[in-house]
């Protein structure tokens, strides 16, 4: 992909989530989508137990929650993404821009799958049976796809990077100038993605259970079956 077709994409992207942020502020949407992030994340850290145990994979792991999926607040990342994005379409390496433009795609596609659930779910607390009902509705099993595979495709390229040793200079250089511009909340999240994926032993086979696990816990909620906090289901198991 050419660095203007990524830098068109990462134009149109800033604006939807701009436009997401809009309608999650408004209430009681933004209390309900607070909740469903907050159960996601206690799901996703059941299904991963396992594999957080291990200081090198768990790292990775807790990348992927803390700073592509988790119940927390990105508006600062995003801030510092629409404010820096002219010097920051022609400072950073294409495939730093490739990571980015991927990071913002799935937090655009994850923001917006997000409320379509909150809009839907029903009144009362958040249990394992109004999240699966809520997931139904909104349905969109192509979205969701594309979800688990924006998770590999930049766990991946963060891999590739991290090996390639004028990426890793790059990023360094750039640490003191962009806290001084005023874009450390970026600058901090491309060096904890490096920092995470640096040591990591086989990341083949984790990105490939991440898959799997994903691709079998919403077959089983698109198929009527229900997923507890946990992480653990009414029907199959998510391990392997």
């Known amino acids: 992909m050419s660095r203007a077709s990524v830098v068109d994409g990462l134009e149109r992207l800033i604006e939807r989530k701009s436009e997401l942020a809009r309608r999650a502020a408004a209430a009681p949407i933004a209390q309900r989508l607070q909740e469903l992030r907050t159960w996601q994340a206690a799901r996703l850290a059941g299904t991963y137990s396992d594999l957080r145990v291990d200081a090198l994979t768990g790292k990775a792991l807790s990348f992927f929650m803390s700073d592509l999926y988790g119940p927390q607040d990105l508006t600062r990342r995003d801030h510092d993404v629409a404010r820096a994005w002219r010097l920051l379409k022609r400072a950073l390496t294409p495939r730093m821009l490739e990571i ?101 032993p086989h990341p083949k086979g984790l990105f490939m259970t991440i898959e799997r696990r994903e691709a079998r816990l919403m077959d089983i909620l698109l198929a009527g079956g229900t997923i507890s906090a946990e992480g653990s289901s009414a029907s199959k198991s998510a391990s392997g």
């Open 100 to 200: 980015l433009s991927m990071a913002m795609e799935l937090d655009v596609l994850s923001a917006e799958l997000d409320l379509e659930m909150a809009e839907r779910l029903l009144p009362g607390p958040l249990t394992a049976e109004t999240y699966a009902q809520a997931y139904r509705a909104a349905g969109r099993p192509e979205a969701r796809l594309r979800q688990i595979e924006l998770v590999v495709a930049i766990g991946t390229a963060l891999v590739r990077a991290v090996r390639t040793p004028l990426v890793r200079l790059a990023l360094r250089a750039a640490h003191g100038p962009a806290h001084l511009a005023g874009f450390g909340t970026l600058q901090d999240f491309l060096e904890r993605g490096f920092a995470a994926f640096e040591r990591l």
